[in-house]
């Protein structure tokens, strides 16, 4: 599959899609808390999303090659789970750190976005790797603009992690998104500047880095979809989906209960409404 661009009509379905997938996030949110089992949040955000916003969980029976059909509408990732995290009947536990991914389909768009929730009381280091992943990824998204590299991007989130002794996952990447899930390019969250395609306005791109707190080996569970630290180390992920301009970048999804964006991205980004 080739780079698309999306003209005025397709940026204005991603907008909503985009829009959407973080106004489901901001919805789960308060559900999250010790108690709580990963499959009643899934039941509650494909309610959300087929019901409320008429769109459709992408991620529910996607099945890309290789892989057996996703079972579930959203990806809950826990503690020392990196991504793909299947929900199920488990309670979540004051401590865990949680990431809940979602991508919903209206009109055939795809907004994508990912957030870390903290389960009560968090350890100091599980809060610090929260937190650095949210800046790590706002890191790539300033790069963003017509005429930078995506190795550009990569090497700011690279540099930014292992700065401050974290682990950048290699073997997950962001990737172009709009009729499709998954379309080219991928976006890689470590690099070389100058490095790889150069960035066209109108492509739309997630970046989504996936920070461990040791080392950066992964595997994958037996349930084919689970993907988690070797070491069994802490990891967070963040995911924004990014429209590419000529002056810089529009971040598709923001919503009223998206964390504050960190002060280094500064006024001058064109980062969609301004939050309240
Ligand atoms: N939402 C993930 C991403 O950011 C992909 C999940 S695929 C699934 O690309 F099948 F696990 F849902
Ligand atoms: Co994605
Ligand atoms: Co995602």
Redesign the pocket.
């Known amino acids: 599959m080739t780079i698309t661009y999306k003209d005025d009509q397709g940026i204005a379905g991603m907008r909503v899609a985009g829009r959407l997938a973080a106004e489901l996030l901001d919805y789960l949110a308060s559900f999250v808390k010790p108690g709580v089992t990963t499959n009643e949040i899934d039941q509650l955000a494909n309610d959300y999303t087929t019901q409320v916003q008429g769109a459709i969980s992408a ?1 529910l029976n ?1 099945a890309p090659s290789g892989h057996n059909p ?1 079972p579930k509408a959203i ?1 809950t990732s826990i503690n020392q789970q990196v991504c ?1 995290g299947i929900p199920n009947d488990k309670p979540l536990k004051r401590g865990d750190i949680v990431n809940i ?1 979602v ?1 919903v389909i209206k009109d055939g768009w795809h907004g ?1 976005s ?1 957030r870390m929730f903290m389960v009560g009381e968090v350890s100091v280091a599980a809060r610090r790797l929260c937190l650095l992943t949210f800046e790590a990824m706002w890191h790539g998204i300033v790069k963003v603009r017509a005429g930078a590299h995506l190795g550009d991007i990569g090497h700011a989130i690279q540099t930014f992690a292992e700065g401050h002794g974290l682990s950048v996952v290699r073997e997950f990447c962001g ?1 172009g998104i709009g009729r499709s899930f ?1 379309e080219e390019p991928q976006v890689l969250h470590y690099g070389r500047p100058g490095t790889l395609e150069p960035l066209r306005a109108g492509m739309t791109i ?1 970046i ?1 880095p996936m920070l461990n707190a040791g080392r950066r080996e992964i595997k994958e569970l037996g349930d084919g ?1 689970t993907i988690v630290t070797k070491d069994r180390s802490l990891s967070a992920q963040w ?1 924004h989906t990014v429209l590419v301009t000529e002056n810089g970048y529009e971040v598709l999804t923001l919503s009223p209960g998206c964390p504050a964006m960190p002060a280094f991205v500064g006024p001058l980004a064109e980062a969609g409404a301004p939050l309240p």
């Open positions: 991620p996607y996703y990806c793909h991914d991508t994508d990912s990737h998954h997630t989504e979809w995911e």
